[in-house]
C-alpha cells in the first residue's frame, strides 16, 4: 500500500512511498516485503487516470528494455563494452476504492540513499554537461554511451523512434576492489 501523503510531485505524477506486501492464493501474507515507489497521475479527467493509460507506459517500458537489451549486446559485439542499460520494471495497480471503484497505479523498486540520481537527456535539446556528470561522480563514459543510446534506438527504429528524457541510477557492482561490471539503470522520465 502507498503512503498517505506523496513525498514528491513532477509534473505529470505524484509519488509515494510504499511496501510490496505479497499475499499467498488463500490471502494470507507472505513474509517477503521490499520498499517500492508507488506512482499515480495527476491528472484525472476522462482516460488521463485509466488503467489504460497506465498499461501503455508499461508497453512502452517493455519496448525501451528490449532497445537497451539490443543495445548492450551491440556494445559488447562491436566495441568491446561491457556496460549494460537496464530499464526498470513498473507494474500496473489497481487498488479497489469500493465495489465499482478503483485507484490506478503504477509501482517501481524503490533506490537506496546511496545511489547517484543522474538525468542524462530530456525531450528537447538537454543532455547533462560532461562537467556536472564529473562533478555528481558519474563516469562520464556513461554519460556518452547513454546519449547514443538515445541516437541508437533512432537508427535501429529505422527512424520509427527515438527513446528521449532519460534518467536514472548509476550503480556499479564491485568484486574484490575492482569495478566488476557497470550498469546504469533508466526509466524514460515521460513517454518515449
Known sequence: MP??????????????????????????????????VFKENLFLGKGMNSANRYQLSNHMNTIVSYLAQLYTEDLKKKAGVDRTIKFIKIRTLALKIDDTNYRYMTSERRFSGNDKFV??????????????????????????????????????????LMVVDLEGIVSRIEKT????????????????
Not at 562537467?131 to 546519449?147: F, M, N, P, Q, Y
Not at 575492482?178 to 522520465?189: F, H, L, W, Y
Open 3 to 36: 503512503s498517505k501523503n506523496p513525498f514528491a510531485k513532477g509534473a505529470e505524477r505524484l509519488a509515494y512511498y510504499g511496501k510490496n506486501l505479497p499475499y499467498s492464493k488463500d490471502g494470507s501474507e507472505q513474509k517477503m516485503d521490499e520498499d517500492i
Open 119 to 160: 538525468r542524462f537527456t530530456n525531450n528537447a535539446l538537454y543532455f547533462i554537461p560532461e562537467s556536472e556528470a564529473v562533478a555528481k561522480g558519474v563516469d562520464v563514459e556513461w554519460v556518452r554511451l547513454v546519449i547514443a543510446f538515445s541516437h541508437w534506438t533512432y537508427k535501429a527504429s529505422k527512424r520509427f
Open 177 to 192: 576492489g575492482q569495478i566488476g561490471r557497470s550498469t546504469v539503470e533508466m526509466k524514460p522520465a515521460t513517454d518515449v
